[in-house]
């Protein structure tokens, strides 16, 4: 079993930074594949990135590329969301996201079996 718990979320400009984090409680969080979603108003809920255990596969989004940055700290059972550059169509509630441990990297929302709470990202224009 994980649970997760998001932070950071918030009210920021066009072209500011905001870092997400999410800290997963569990044993098997350091062989999970983890991801961040959003959900806008009216939209279906997207995958903006997801990550390997090692690290060494990732996942981005389009419409984040080079603005977005994941990592994690395994050590500390925490994952981070970087986010720059942000638009005000970025505005969404941010998920993390957890699959079951050796699981590879995925980007559909029934792949992932754990879900945080969400945090509200709010970008003003």
């Known amino acids: 079993q994980v649970q997760l718990v998001e932070s950071g979320g918030g009210l920021v400009q066009a072209g500011g930074s905001l870092r997400l984090s999410c800290v997963a409680s569990?044993?098997?969080?350091?062989?999970?594949?983890m991801g961040w979603f959003r959900q806008a108003p009216g939209k279906e809920r997207e995958c903006v990135a997801a990550m390997s255990w090692s690290g060494e596969n990732t996942y981005y989004a389009d419409s984040v590329k080079g603005r977005f940055t994941m990592s994690r700290d395994n050590a500390k059972n925490t994952v981070y969301l970087q986010m720059n550059s942000l638009k005000p169509e970025d505005t969404a509630v941010y998920y993390c996201a957890a699959r079951p441990p050796g699981r590879a990297v995925a980007v559909t929302v029934p792949a992932y079996n754990y879900w945080g709470q969400g945090t509200q990202v709010t970008v003003s224009s």
């Open positions: 569990g044993r098997t969080f350091s062989s999970a594949t």
